[in-house]
């Protein structure tokens, strides 16, 4: 018994010293791997999210409507995709209508860049404040901002156009739904096969202190993801709210990127709030004073209020770490990775604690028999 737990400790870790070879010897090709992964594993990223959105409804109708678990999942995807269907025939039509409008205005949105970029050379050369030749710079921020805008615009064309690849994603998505439902219905199934695993090569003792590291791992993982779901709807719904009232260009288009944004901490808030003030900007300057406006009460509701109390000590881990991740993770998967950047590290510095607990129990035991 001894021995083996010997063997597994050094596969693991020679498992891990050939991945940390392999990351610096060749970067690209390690994260070509990791992308690959990614691509194939996408039912199963899908299945874990809708999982996200399914479980807590299907325990509430076990527990409190006292429903059995086929049922409770019945009721509980019948809500569901009411929910996301009445959402999205809202949602939709309003924001092709946003995309519509604003591919029409890409002219309008040049001109008036080149007028206020104007008016800004102008200011500047009356004060003396310009060191270097004034048209040449002018020029190489027009063709930027042409190159940049029209890569924008085609863009928005492919989004309506890529019809296949829509049907295809749609596709991917009903198979992670199913993979889902299978989860959530044989979850005790799954539990045990974790449990017998872990003690054919460990012991019963092991068996459970693995399963519940692996449930708490679990908890981490599901309760930052809903919580940062819930926390990004509420942010985009009171931007949404705040700039309709103020009557901003475009509120549901800048609403859903603020929403989203949020997804990814610090980062995502802020590529979202550039975004969207550069649309306003272009469309109507006066209101950006309200979209400001917005983003500041959106994120001071999400950091003051509703964030410490739906995610609380969730993850565990400082601003530092929350940021490294999200660089980290974002170099390694991308989008997906700075979303999911933050509970893998919190899940790591859980590992890091158990390890320390263990070793440090170990060293106890050791000076009681000395």
């Known amino acids: ?194 449990k017998n695993m872990i003690f054919i090569f460990y012991g019963d003792k092991e068996a459970d202190e693995g399963l519940d590291f692996l449930i708490e791992c679990k908890n981490i993982f599901l309760n930052y993801m809903a919580g940062r779901i819930i926390i990004s709807v509420i942010v985009g719904l009171i931007a949404f709210a705040v700039m309709k009232i103020a009557s901003v260009p475009y509120a549901l288009l800048n609403a859903v990127m603020i929403g989203v944004g949020n997804m990814i901490p610090y980062f995502g808030s802020i590529a979202a709030g550039i975004i969207a003030f550069i649309l306003v900007l272009l469309s109507n300057p006066i209101k950006c004073f309200y979209l400001l406006l917005a983003i500041i009460i959106a994120q001071n509701v999400d950091g003051y209020i509703i964030g410490p109390r739906i995610l609380g000590k969730s993850v565990g881990i400082s601003s530092f770490w929350i940021i490294a991740s999200v660089i980290i993770m974002g170099n390694i998967m991308g989008t997906l990775g700075m979303f999911l950047g933050v509970p893998i590290f919190a899940i790591i510095k859980l590992i890091y604690i158990r390890i320390l607990k263990n070793k440090k129990e170990k060293l106890k035991i050791e000076e009681k028999q000395n």
């Open 1 to 194: 018994m001894k021995y083996k737990h010997i063997f597994i400790k050094v596969f693991i870790v020679g498992t891990l010293l050939v991945i940390i070879q392999t990351m610096l010897q060749n970067m690209n090709g390690f994260l070509s791997v990791i992308n690959g992964l990614t691509k194939y594993l996408r039912p199963f990223i899908y299945a874990m999210f809708i999982a996200v959105l399914l479980n807590p409804m299907v325990e509430f109708a076990e527990k409190k409507l006292k429903f059995k678990r086929g049922m409770a999942i019945a009721m509980s995807l019948i809500a569901l995709i009411l929910f996301l269907t009445g959402t999205l025939l809202w949602f939709i039509p309003n924001l092709i209508d946003s995309f519509e409008e604003i591919i029409e205005k890409f002219p309008a949105f040049q001109e008036n860049f080149n007028k206020y970029l104007e008016r800004i050379f102008a200011f500047l050369r009356e004060k003396n404040l310009l060191l270097m030749d004034g048209e040449e710079i002018k020029q190489a921020i027009q063709d930027f901002f042409v190159k940049n805008m029209n890569n924008i615009k085609a863009l928005l064309i492919s989004l309506g156009l890529n019809v296949i690849d829509w049907i295809v994603e749609i596709f991917i998505i009903l198979l992670g739904g199913f993979l889902a439902l299978y989860f959530i219905y044989n979850r005790e199934y799954f539990m045990q096969y974790i």
